[in-house]
């Protein structure tokens, strides 16, 4: 079997579309022939997304300025795509924004909110308004979390609890959906980020010392890694993956 094009005549949304590992996710569905619409709160990084998607691939990109902490302009987003392209096929929600680096006892109820609203409300948002077109077709849901929640990082309680909670909805969606045969999974990655790259080159001891601890010996690459585990998780073959979390972490979170 080949898995060259999985995604022609798919429609992908793609929440946080302006960051640097969504883009890396939007590469690798565009690559295999999916048409992607971008949301963020900026238009900045999506302008440059889009640009390189269209330039690259050839593929048709639809960016829209959205707040998804905001329901009443995710539900305009949603219809959007509805009048745009007639269908949705994947939901990925990538979208958070917290205040990384306080202890939880330094972090004001605005730092939670931030973290709260950005990721777990965005997300609740686009499942319930996307719901009506994803039942149309069958489609998939990939939500992001992060391995800072399942293990409990220190300095990022406001943004694991955000993605706890992702997680949580994420299984009560693939409970309540699978009658529909949509299936709702979760990826926790690991990723090499401009920022982290920069950190690294500033940091190279403490950077040396952390890719040590990865089983594999090295960060994850945006669209090849990332990209790779959410179009399996996207396409026929995972039909029967529903409610999972994959980690996506050279090994960083094995657990029995």
């Given at each position: 079997?080949?898995?060259?094009?999985?995604?022609?005549?798919?429609?992908?949304?793609?929440?946080?579309?302006?960051?640097?590992?969504?883009?890396?996710?939007?590469?690798?569905?565009?690559?295999?022939?999916?048409?992607?619409v971008l949301?963020?709160?900026?238009p900045?990084?999506m302008?440059r997304?889009?640009?390189?998607?269209?330039?690259a691939?050839?593929t048709?990109?639809?960016?829209?300025?959205?707040?998804?902490?905001?329901?009443d302009?995710v539900?305009?987003?949603?219809?959007?795509?509805r009048?745009?392209?007639?269908?949705?096929?994947?939901?990925?929600?990538s979208?958070?924004?917290?205040?990384s680096?306080l202890?939880l006892v330094?972090?004001?109820k605005?730092?939670?909110d931030?973290?709260?609203?950005?990721?777990?409300?965005?997300?609740?948002f686009?499942?319930k308004?996307?719901?009506?077109?994803?039942?149309e077709s069958a489609g998939?849901?990939i939500?992001?979390?992060?391995?800072?929640?399942i293990?409990g990082?220190?300095?990022q309680s406001?943004?694991?609890?955000?993605?706890?909670?992702?997680?949580?909805?994420?299984?009560?969606a693939?409970h309540?959906?699978?009658?529909?045969?949509?299936n709702?999974?979760?990826?926790?990655p690991?990723v090499?980020?401009?920022r982290?790259?920069?950190?690294?080159?500033?940091?190279?001891?403490?950077?040396?010392?952390n890719?040590?601890?990865?089983?594999?010996?090295?960060?994850?690459?945006?669209?090849?890694?990332?990209?790779?585990?959410?179009?399996?998780l996207?396409s026929?073959?995972?039909?029967y993956?529903?409610?999972?979390?994959?980690?996506?972490?050279?090994?960083?979170?094995?657990?029995p």
């Amino acid at each position: 079997m080949t898995n060259q094009n999985r995604m022609d005549g798919k429609v992908v949304v793609l929440t946080g579309g302006g960051g640097g590992i969504a883009r890396g996710v939007a590469r690798a569905f565009a690559r295999e022939g999916a048409k992607l619409v971008l949301t963020d709160i900026s238009p900045v990084g999506m302008e440059r997304t889009q640009q390189e998607l269209e330039s690259a691939f050839g593929t048709e990109v639809l960016s829209l300025v959205v707040d998804g902490a905001q329901e009443d302009q995710v539900q305009v987003a949603v219809e959007q795509v509805r009048s745009h392209f007639g269908r949705l096929d994947v939901l990925i929600n990538s979208a958070q924004t917290s205040a990384s680096g306080l202890l939880l006892v330094e972090h004001t109820k605005e730092d939670f909110d931030l973290a709260i609203y950005s990721g777990l409300y965005s997300t609740f948002f686009f499942l319930k308004h996307a719901f009506p077109l994803l039942k149309e077709s069958a489609g998939s849901v990939i939500n992001f979390a992060s391995g800072a929640g399942i293990s409990g990082n220190p300095g990022q309680s406001s943004y694991a609890a955000a993605k706890e909670g992702i997680r949580g909805l994420s299984r009560v969606a693939a409970h309540e959906w699978g009658v529909y045969n949509i299936n709702v999974n979760v990826v926790a990655p690991l990723v090499m980020t401009d920022r982290l790259a920069d950190w690294g080159r500033e940091n190279p001891e403490m950077f040396e010392k952390n890719i040590q601890a990865i089983p594999l010996g090295r960060y994850g690459d945006a669209e090849k890694d990332i990209g790779g585990v959410c179009l399996f998780l996207a396409s026929e073959d995972a039909k029967y993956v529903t409610g999972d979390t994959i980690q996506i972490q050279g090994g960083l979170g094995m657990r029995p």
